[in-house]
């Protein structure tokens, strides 16, 4: 194994003594720039990116060569379609607090971050004792264990909700939320927010990466299946609406109500994820809450990714918002696979009741709840939630103080552990003006150029940067140095 370059600080870790709720949010940067912007030659663009492309791709041979025997047997070379990238992946080796390296040494401050699941940082020395003594007490049995019940009574308090139920991904999470709000309501309609995805089965792989060209009418946003695969039929009963317009929302259901068609839930996000960040307008959410009331709409808020990294009590507890079901994944497991489902008592009466059979034979499984308690109590505590807004808050301010010296066209935006840089010189406010005014080219160089030198992020214009608890300020720094270097460089 090869030595860190640099010191890993992972925080002082402390139990935690009683869940006191977490700061307002961080404040955020999420306006568009208000003077002239400098225009961006198109060929610059153009000429840094095959530079960028050419290094990054002469640094990562052992990257290429894993690529090469994988695809023989491997799928696309790769466990998850969304780990593709040409001309091949970057293959990790292993990571340690705020850092990863690859395959061929090179070591990143890692921003990626598993798709926003170790906001701990990796191999986090609490968690990593607290797995390694429940694997010699037996990793699986398929039966009920303390811990499991112990972390619902962590999450019943974060998130203000009673009860909960375990899964293992944040797609079992929403599959299995939706179904249960059917079996509430009595009717088989799904309503969701464009662009917005909520896992990889059939009735949310809709409405998902559209072109602006094919949306239609935002009154009446047409039903598209996200791939082949699904059946047209169930495609139809998923109906989108768009983010930050609860008019917009409330017709819809109104038109749904006269055609005998109300939807059984809305499942959505409160600040968009997949879309880089884009954060509710002031009263959105409370009106989302009360058009979902009057129509008799479950409300599910889907918590995959800002559970536990936003705050405490993830986003529900950000934005005071009270739906009827959440889902959580990701961040939880703090590296294992888990999904979960908590909700009011009457949403779970389906269940508790047998109507709904809700199974699943790795449900809770005693690894993964090990993992997670650990993380409730003594990783992501108070002192957590204060740094991660701290070292946040230097990332987007220096970024915002960039962006203005070298007047470019475009905002950072984001919440406590979560950030984008946004390419656009008007706000973004839902997926169809994140589509309209963002600039893909620049993106995707950025991503090129911090690769280069050394942060690793998530390849792709629709992700945001997920920060861990042991990044530190001369990581900022680095961050911020490699910005300036970009910044510099585009507008020669």
């Known amino acids: 194994m090869r030595i860190p370059q640099k010191r890993v600080d992972f925080m002082a870790i402390e139990p935690l003594k009683m869940l006191a709720p977490t700061s307002a949010a961080v404040a955020h ?63 990790l080796e292993r990571g340690l607090g705020q850092y990863v390296w690859d395959v061929d040494g090179h070591q990143y401050l890692d921003v990626h971050n598993g798709i926003g699941s ?24 398929a039966a009920p264990t303390e811990d499991a019940y112990v972390v619902a009574e962590h999450l019943a308090a974060r998130w203000k909700l009673p009860r909960w139920r375990f899964l293992n991904s944040g797609s079992e999470a929403t599959m299995d939320a939706i179904r249960i709000a059917r079996a509430l309501t009595g009717r088989d309609g799904v309503m969701k927010i464009f662009g917005s995805y909520h896992g990889h089965h059939d009735y949310v792989m809709v409405d998902i990466g ?42 819809r259901l109104e038109r749904l109500q006269a ?44 918590e995959v990714k800002t559970g536990l990294t936003v705050a405490a009590g993830g986003a529900t507890e950000l934005f005071g918002i009270s739906p009827d079901m959440v889902c959580l994944a ?32 790795f449900n809770g499984n005693p690894l993964v709840m090990a993992a997670a308690r650990a993380n409730l109590e003594r990783v992501m ?9 701290r070292i946040n808050a230097r990332l987007l301010d220096g970024s915002q ?42 993106i995707d160089l950025l991503w090129l150029w911090n690769m280069n030198r050394g942060i690793f992020g998530t390849p792709g214009r629709d992700e945001e940067w997920t920060l861990s608890i042991s990044m530190n300020d001369a990581d900022v720094d680095h961050y911020l140095g490699v910005f300036e270097e970009f910044a510099s460089e585009l507008t020669r």
């Open 259 to 302: 055609e005998g068609r109300l939807p059984a839930c809305l499942i959505m996000e409160a600040a968009l994820m997949n879309c880089g960040v884009i954060l509710p307008e002031p009263g959105y959410l409370a009106e989302v809450r009360r058009i979902t009331k009057k129509y008799g709409v479950v409300w599910i808020v889907d």
């Open 401 to 442: 103080g960039i962006i203005d010296r070298y007047r470019l066209a475009a905002y950072p935006v984001g919440i406590e552990s979560k950030g984008v840089i946004t390419f656009a010189s008007t706000k973004v406010v839902d997926y169809e003006s994140y589509k309209s005014a963002q600039q893909k080219e620049l």
């Open 330 to 361: 990701k961040a939880l497991g703090a590296g294992l696979p888990t999904g979960a489902i908590g909700a009011t008592d009457d949403a779970w009466a389906p269940v508790l009741s047998g109507e709904v059979y809700m199974v699943g034979t």
């Open 210 to 251: 559209l072109n602006v060209y094919d949306m239609g009418d935002r009154e009446n946003y047409p039903s598209i299946p996200y791939g082949k695969g699904i059946p047209d039929a169930v495609t139809q009963m998923t109906v989108a609406v768009p983010f930050n317009d609860a008019p917009a929302l409330e017709r």
């Open 29 to 91: 940067r999420d306006s568009p720039p208000v003077g002239p912007t400098v225009q961006i030659d198109p060929a610059r663009v153009a000429a840094l990116t095959a530079a960028e492309s050419a290094r990054l791709d002469a640094r990562t041979q052992g990257s290429a060569a894993a690529f090469a025997r994988a695809e023989k047997t491997l799928v696309g070379g790769v466990s998850s379609s969304y780990q593709r990238r040409a001309p091949y992946p970057i293959y």
């Open 118 to 141: 170790m906001v701990q940082g990796h191999a986090h020395p609490v968690i990593t004792e607290a797995v390694e003594r429940r694997m010699r007490l037996g990793t699986h049995f």
């Open 381 to 389: 505590t108070p002192d957590a939630y204060a740094h991660l807004g």
